[in-house]
């Protein structure tokens, strides 16, 4: 079986994984390159987009209260992982709503197709 962790020369571990992503799964990490962590947040967001998008079209929710419900999630989500999961201090970054509109409209477009795919595809006889 593949280990994730090996020893290095002093006998401390060492991770597989790329150290962006160590880091975005650590608590309180340190991000010396500040545009490391704001690509964490916007793939991140693009990835429960397209998932958020396909348990809306499963479910199925209709209308403006999937689009206030994504927007509401995607928000404390973010929002909670910056200051209480990363405890990063948002005036580095130029306040909490950079962090906030990091990548939103390309998740929302993303979480739009594919709602509306996924929805169409599973409710609608054609």
Known sequence: ???????????SEKSDLPPVLVRMIT?????????????VIYWTRQILAVLFGIIWGIIP????????LYCLLNIVIFYSYSTNFQHVDDEE????????KEGFMTA???????????????????
């Open 27 to 39: 608590p309180c990490s340190s991000w010396p390159i500040k545009d490391e962590f704001l690509d």
């Open 93 to 100: 970054f130029g306040g909490i709503w950079e962090l906030l």
């Open 1 to 11: 079986m593949n280990q994730r962790k090996k020893s290095d020369k002093n006998g």
């Open 108 to 126: 929302f477009a993303c979480f739009l197709v594919t709602w509306i795919v996924v929805y169409s595809y599973l409710h609608f006889d054609g």
């Open 61 to 68: 929710i209709q209308g403006i209260i999937g689009i206030a």
